[in-house]
């Protein structure tokens, strides 16, 4: 569903700023890591909007996997 699809980014994106205030990183040192600019940082950690797949992997890679690509995947909904 919608609803739940939408619950997952917003833990990534809780993630993703947990992630960086752990380590004191400002969103620009964190962003070059991941390897994009600062606003497109601030957009994913506020939940505007989400990474691409290629983006999700680079953020997994950077944060060891505590920001799992498939978090912000839509999963299949084998409920329907």
Same mark, same amino acid.
């Given at each position: 569903s919608m609803s739940c699809v939408m619950v =997952? +980014? =917003?833990e990534n994106s809780k993630r993703l700023s947990q992630w960086r205030a752990d380590r004191g990183l400002s969103q620009t040192?964190? *962003?070059?890591?991941? %390897? +994009?600019?600062q606003s497109t940082l601030s957009y994913w950690e506020s939940g505007k909007r989400i990474p691409d797949v290629r983006s999700a992997f680079a953020i997994d890679r *950077? @944060? %060891?996997? @505590? +920001?799992? *690509?498939s978090g912000w995947v839509e999963e299949p909904d084998h409920a329907a």
């Open positions: =997952m +980014v =917003m040192s964190a *962003a070059q890591l991941i %390897g +994009v600019d *950077a @944060t %060891g996997g @505590t +920001v799992p *690509a």
